[in-house]
């Protein structure tokens, strides 16, 4: 089936520094999403992009659709305790008249304060 | 308002054994989705609802795992004959009217098979 490279595949970085993951298919998407998940939680909608070369911000969460709708990456600026976490990109394509989500491995973020 | 509840949250069993694991959508809404969810991994794609139909059971891996939805609202997710591979956190998620609308996710069941 369609798999998702996401990378880092972790990453500890200290508070107040940026953080940098993307994404990769080998198949296109219509949609890309991203996705914080806390332990013991489901996952939770950071950013939807609906459009090749879309760049959407979210407070100081921003991401990019690729051009190639193959690709998407994810920023997160001045990051702070609260970001710790472990963050999915995942495509969703329609089939059968289904919107299934095809999730990458996650990145899992450490901040030092 | 209340989001996706899912019950049991944990669920220990022996192998061979059945396992129904609960899932109560967001009111009103529609769409109803199962996932899987193995450790280290992302969320892998088992089953859609439509109403009470299954639109898409494509991800099901085996005819051990069942799904139904028989009133459109609440559904619950089968598995027969338990292997120690079905270990995972089944997660639930339900969108307004299916398409690409938000998918909220609920918290997961984590199953453990000895």
């Known amino acids: 089936g369609q798999q998702l490279n996401q990378s880092p595949q972790s990453m500890f970085i200290q508070e107040g520094e940026d953080v940098s993951m993307n994404c990769t298919s080998s198949?296109?998407?219509?949609?890309w999403l991203w996705y914080k998940q806390d332990p013991g939680e489901g996952p939770v909608l950071l950013i939807a992009?609906?459009?090749?070369?879309e760049l959407t911000s979210n407070g100081r969460l921003t991401a990019q659709f690729g051009i190639t709708r193959k690709d998407s990456f994810l920023n997160i600026s001045a990051s702070i305790p609260s970001d710790v976490g472990i963050y999915f990109c995942?495509?969703?394509?329609?089939?059968?008249?289904?919107?299934?989500?095809?999730f990458g491995k996650g990145t899992k973020l450490s901040v030092i304060p | 308002g209340a989001g996706v509840s899912q019950t049991p949250s944990n669920k220990v069993t022996e192998k061979g054994k059945y396992v129904e694991l609960r899932c109560d959508p967001i009111?009103?809404?529609?769409?109803l989705y199962w996932y899987r969810q193995s450790l280290g991994q992302g969320p892998e794609f088992l089953i859609y609802?439509?109403?009470?139909?299954?639109?898409?059971d494509s991800g099901l891996p085996n005819d051990r795992f069942f799904a139904v939805r028989p009133e459109g609202s609440v559904s619950t997710l089968k598995i027969q004959r338990t292997e120690r591979g079905d270990s995972a956190v089944y997660l639930c998620?339900?969108?307004?009217?299916?398409?690409?609308?938000?998918?909220?996710f609920g918290p997961g069941t984590r199953l453990t098979v000895l």
């Open positions: 998620a339900s969108s307004s009217q299916g398409g690409d609308n938000e998918q909220f």
């Open positions: 198949s296109i998407f219509n949609t």
């Open positions: 992009l609906y459009k090749a070369g």
């Open positions: 995942a495509g969703q394509l329609e089939g059968a008249g289904s919107y299934q989500l095809t």
């Open positions: 009111s009103g809404h529609t769409a």
């Open positions: 609802f439509q109403g009470t139909g299954a639109a898409d």
